[in-house]
């Protein structure tokens, strides 16, 4: 067990992950094939995460004497999801080393309070309101409308989002809230939706991958392709430029994904933060030769970051539970794996979760190849033998 404070970390000590979840559970994969031991904290005693770490403490995040049997095998502890209670990173930090910090994971749970830092960077996100009050809500300008309703908290995946049109609808829309705090965002002219992964030292030193384009289908991720031809060279560099400036203005240290919206006019704002691995750098694992698991990990144990470079072109598929009820069955039949296993370049990751239901995220497909032509034509029969919508061609070429 090392000291507070003593790094580098070095394999042979343990880490440890507040989340049991897919991505806790992968970090525990790259952690582990490092030489490292893991202990993962989560209330399920079915967490993937759990089911595959050395130790599994399966108590509530804010439970004292579960923080505390964490902090007594952890040399250091991160986070896997952004809404673990920020007072349990605070009271981890006093034994043991934590990144990312509470301050950036309480940033990340506040959308008012997130768009006000995207602000202090100098990082434009779109034109919105704070509603808060009633007085907030009569304040709100005509030409923030149309716009998106957004719960301040807790809302991902699409969940606390509604669409407004008018005034009327807004007042509906926020009554319907239970009258929570929340953002309203203009709606803009959107060309896509892309991402920026990068990773943090306590040096300062900052790496990243390539930005990844994203297209979402009911609020989640479905697909994302990374290629030199997925954007124009100028709103990849602006949005790695955007996502240091986030990066450094909170001192973050982890992995950290920065969502962009790119527009028609070519112009960028940025959406949101996860202080975490993403879901959209899940190709990672195959197509580079550091995964964004393994720089949590390094950025973790205070080891050097060395700049990640893709060797393969990428699309990857989200496989969320409705895959298993694609012919309207009552009792959940397994996609056919074999069929897709055939195919080349196939990389399937599924996430140990017992019951798959429609939403759920239960996987996803990576594929890679020698050229960005033979990726997608796979990832296209992929999604045919799945029963997933078509792989549109998207970017440049």
């Known amino acids: ?48 995460a759990g089911r595959v770490s050395h130790h599994h403490i399966h108590t509530d995040y804010a439970d004292v004497d579960g923080l505390a049997r964490l902090a007594g095998l952890a040399d250091a502890v991160t986070t896997e999801f952004e809404n673990v209670p920020a ?22 749970q506040d959308r008012i309070a997130e768009k006000a830092h995207f602000t202090r960077c100098g990082v434009p996100c779109a034109p919105y309101a704070a509603i808060e009050t009633a007085a907030q809500l009569a304040a709100v300008e005509d030409h923030l409308l149309p716009g998106i309703l957004k719960t301040a908290r807790l809302g991902y995946d699409g969940k606390g989002q509604q669409r407004v049109k008018t005034r009327a609808e807004l007042v509906e829309a926020w009554q319907a809230t239970g009258c929570v705090p929340c953002v309203l965002e203009k709606l803009l002219p959107l060309e896509f939706e892309c991402s920026v992964i990068l990773a943090r030292g306590r040096d300062g030193q900052v790496v990243h991958f390539p930005p990844q384009r994203n297209l979402h289908r009911d609020g989640i991720l479905a697909v994302t392709e990374v290629h030199v031809l997925n954007m124009p060279k100028t709103v990849a560099q602006g949005a790695v430029n955007s996502a240091k400036s986030i990066a450094n203005g909170l001192d973050y240290v982890g992995v950290l994904c920065v969502e962009f919206f790119a527009l028609a006019d070519g112009s960028l704002v940025v959406n949101e933060m996860a202080p975490r691995p993403h ?51 009552e009792k959940p039949v397994s ?19 017992i019951e798959p239901r429609p939403g759920r995220k239960m996987g996803h497909l990576t594929l890679t190849g020698a050229t960005l032509e033979s990726v997608r034509a796979n990832a296209s029969q992929a999604a045919l033998l799945l029963g997933l919508p078509p792989v549109e061609v998207t970017g440049l070429a």
Not at 20 to 39: D, E, K, P, S, V
């Open 1 to 48: 067990m090392t000291k507070n404070g003593d790094l580098p970390i070095l394999p042979g000590a343990t880490l440890g992950v507040l989340g049991g979840g897919q991505l806790g559970r992968m970090f525990a994969h790259a952690a582990q094939r490092m030489g490292y031991f893991t202990a993962v904290l989560d209330p399920d005693a079915d967490s993937p």
């Open 87 to 108: 007072p349990s990173l605070e009271h981890l930090a006093v034994a043991r080393p934590v990144s990312p910090n509470a301050s950036a994971i309480a940033i990340a």
């Open 279 to 329: 879901n959209s750098g899940h190709y990672t694992m195959e197509a580079c030769d550091v995964s964004q698991f393994e720089l949590q990990v390094r950025t973790l144990a205070g080891l050097p970051l060395a700049a990640p470079r893709q060797h393969s072109p990428a699309i990857m598929l989200n496989l969320l539970g409705d895959l298993w009820f694609t012919s309207g069955e």
């Open 335 to 353: 996609p056919r794996w074999s069929d897709v296993l055939a195919l080349p370049g196939v990389h399937l990751h599924l996430y140990g979760k």
